[in-house]
């Protein structure tokens, strides 16, 4: 096996929940300093290298990951995010479209994108230069967070370019486009759900599949310690940080209460695992092989 291919296989992770099968794929991963900004904006320098010590991580940066992920469901193939654009392979993001065959699918494959929200992360991809990335698709997309990011009204000033990239890529998609609400059905044993905050009209998505459940909660929280673990701690990912925080601890105090899988956009990958109760917060705990079983 080439290195290339072996690259691409630990980019993927497949698997049946319930009668779905549900694939993550990496777009890809950067490394990024300082920790704070963006995360821990309340922390000190001296706490935030208690935490990483803690945790067993450096405190002078972090890996940022992106992992959408994909669900066959009812005949459907439903694709939620699109990570970065397409680009070349020595580039550490923009390789979802590339690793789509090695998870058994090609664009065209793919019935349905849905979005979580419109941060570049999580758009840029939906478009191949000047073509549609995935040309069968129709798309879903929260309706508050299409309305505020087309008219700017609620959008923060740093977030000036993020609208210009939606500006571009989104709306030029209308005529392909259902609009969700907190509760619609996206397809059968697939609901969308609120948690806005860290966009303006933030979704998850919940599957329900043969008495198997998974949350594909997108960026309700951006970092297995730093955010999941101090969820009342600002970040400066979060467009509404107020609204982010009361999401990340209704979702965390959710996901586990009822023992619900979580599919992370940002969690590390597969970016597959459960949230469990810590005696005074919460912490990540990757999924294993229970996925396979």
Not at 38 to 50: C, M, T, V
Not at 172 to 188: A, W
Request: negative net charge.
């Amino acid at each position: 096996m080439s290195a290339k291919n072996e690259t691409y296989k630990s980019s993927i992770h497949r698997f049946t929940l319930g009668e779905a099968v549900v694939s993550t794929i990496q777009d890809g991963a950067h490394i990024r300093e300082p920790i704070n900004p963006p995360f821990a904006l309340d922390k000190s320098d001296e706490e935030i290298a208690q935490i990483a010590a803690r945790n067993n991580l450096p405190s002078h940066g972090f890996e940022s990951g992106y992992t959408p992920t994909i669900i066959r469901i009812g005949g459907q193939t439903v694709l939620f995010d699109t990570g970065f654009a397409p680009r070349g392979l020595d580039e550490a993001a923009g390789h979802l479209r590339r690793r789509l065959a090695h998870a058994g699918y090609a664009p065209e494959d793919i019935d349905i994108v849905a979005f979580t929200h419109c941060h570049p992360d999580h758009i840029l991809g939906v478009m191949d230069g000047d073509k549609p990335t995935y040309p069968n698709a129709r798309y879903v997309i929260g309706r508050k967070e299409f309305e505020a990011w087309s008219s700017g009204e609620g959008i923060p000033e740093q977030r000036a370019g993020t609208r210009d990239i939606f500006l571009k890529l989104i709306p030029p998609l209308t005529d392909r486009m259902t609009f969700l609400e907190d509760g619609d059905s996206v397809v059968s044993g697939l609901t969308a759900e609120a948690a806005f905050g860290h966009s303006p009209g933030h979704m998850m998505y919940r599957l329900e599949s043969a008495g198997k459940s998974l949350l594909v909660w997108g960026d309700v929280t951006n970092h297995f310690v730093f955010s999941l673990q101090y969820p009342n701690s600002l970040v400066g990912y979060d467009d509404d940080k107020d609204m982010a925080i009361a999401t990340r601890n209704r979702v965390l105090d959710m996901v586990a209460t009822d023992g619900l899988l979580v599919s992370g956009f940002h969690m590390p990958f597969p970016s597959l695992g459960y949230v469990e109760r810590t005696q005074d917060s919460y912490r990540w705990t990757p999924a294993s092989y229970q996925t396979r079983m």
